[in-house]
């Protein structure tokens, strides 16, 4: 299983990007995937999770900018990051939970992680 995210970049806060999330060796539709942060001195978050069955979750901190779709016919999953803010510097991960576990804002239960892009929010 591999894991690749790429996308990241320097945006001035307002600005937006996409990440994304290249998978192989998984069946995007029978895991649970969530994009994951973590800044500096801080513990990595989950932001956004699409469970196996399509539904998404957001945590607050990001819903209504953050915006996670999957791709299953191109193994890739998207992250649609608007109205940017320096908060939201970090690296950002993807990662896939193969268990389907219900705490799916629980960064332990996720099993497989791409190596992250670093997102930088300033002016």
């Known amino acids: 299983v591999q894991l690749q995210a790429c996308g990241g970049g320097v945006v001035q806060p307002g600005g937006s990007l996409r990440l994304s999330c290249a998978a192989s060796g998984l069946i995007l539709n029978r895991v649970n995937l969530g994009w994951f942060r973590q800044a500096p001195g801080k513990e990595r978050e989950a932001l956004v999770v699409i469970r196996w069955s399509g539904s998404t979750a957001y945590r607050d901190s990001v819903k209504g900018r953050f915006t996670a779709s999957r791709d299953s016919a191109k193994d890739t999953v998207l992250l649609q990051m608007n109205n940017l803010k320096p908060e939201d510097s970090a690296v950002y991960y993807c990662?896939?939970?193969?268990?389907?576990?219900?705490?799916?804002?629980?960064?332990?239960?996720?099993?497989?992680w791409g190596q992250g892009t670093l997102v930088t929010v300033s002016s």
């Open positions: 990662a896939a939970d193969r268990d389907r576990n219900v705490a799916i804002f629980d960064v332990r239960q996720y099993h497989y």
